[in-house]
């Protein structure tokens, strides 16, 4: 158990960060959850006095401050930055500008301008665990916009370990595949029924599942850093590179 621990989990009210949110406070920690849906959040707090929600929208740098000024005085030991989203499934020059500009916001500038406030904050064997995708480390069709935040993510994780290992600050990027979250309902505009169709017939990433990476890692010694995790449900590999040939 991690009694004495406090987390900040992004995008906390669904999928991998409330079970991310739901697992730390299992394991004794006190869980700071940030997002958009207060009502959800409010849900969260009756469930677990150790749970504190934070209603913000991510896109707005200046409440983002106001949020780690709200909490200056407390240790902080873990971020868990989940945030993010994929809006539109086209190729780039059919992508709306405005969801291109909403993804690189929120799975980019959102991330690091956290970051730089939690290394701010009080706390001792702090962690930061990031949430990429196998997105950021291939390239397939119409994933041009979010496929190159991801990259951002996973590799700024990576660089993050260089500047911060004389500080013994542990970092860990997590780069998941398919996962049945509402990823794809948001990508696809609340097309329920084409967001359920990718689902079918196939094996999927549980929110659980990444909670259960995550509940791992927390545990490890303090002397080990897993550098990154690519986790795919058994039904998913790398297919081959696309060959296109004239008629
Ligand atoms: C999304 C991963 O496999 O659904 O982060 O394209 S996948």
Known sequence: ??????????????????????????????VYGLARRVDRLKKMERK??????????????????KFFKSIKSIDINLLVNNA??????????????????????INILSLVHVTRHFLKCKGEN?????????AGN?????????????????????????????????????????????????????????????????EYIRPKDIALIVKDLICLPLHLNINSIEVVPTSQACGPLLIQRSK
Do not use: C, W
């Open 138 to 202: 291939y390239a397939y069709p119409n994933n041009n916009i979010y496929g190159g935040t991801k990259a951002f993510v996973n590799h700024f994780s990576r660089n993050l370990r260089s500047d911060l290992v004389s500080k013994n600050i542990r970092v860990t990027s997590i780069e998941p595949g398919l996962a049945k979250t509402e990823f794809s309902v948001v990508r696809l505009k609340n097309d329920k029924e084409k967001a359920k169709s990718i689902y079918k017939n196939t």
């Open 48 to 65: 677990n006095s150790n749970f504190v929600g934070y209603g913000i929208d991510l896109g707005d740098k200046v409440a983002i401050v």
């Open 84 to 105: 993010g989203l994929a809006l539109g499934a086209a190729p780039y020059d059919q992508m709306s500008l405005e969801d291109t500009d909403t993804m690189i916001e």
């Open 1 to 30: 158990m991690n009694k004495s621990k406090t987390a900040i989990v992004t995008g906390s009210s669904s999928g991998f960060g409330k079970a991310i949110s739901e697992m730390l406070l299992s394991e004794g920690y006190k």
């Open 126 to 134: 702090k962690y930061i665990i990031n949430i990429g995708s196998v």
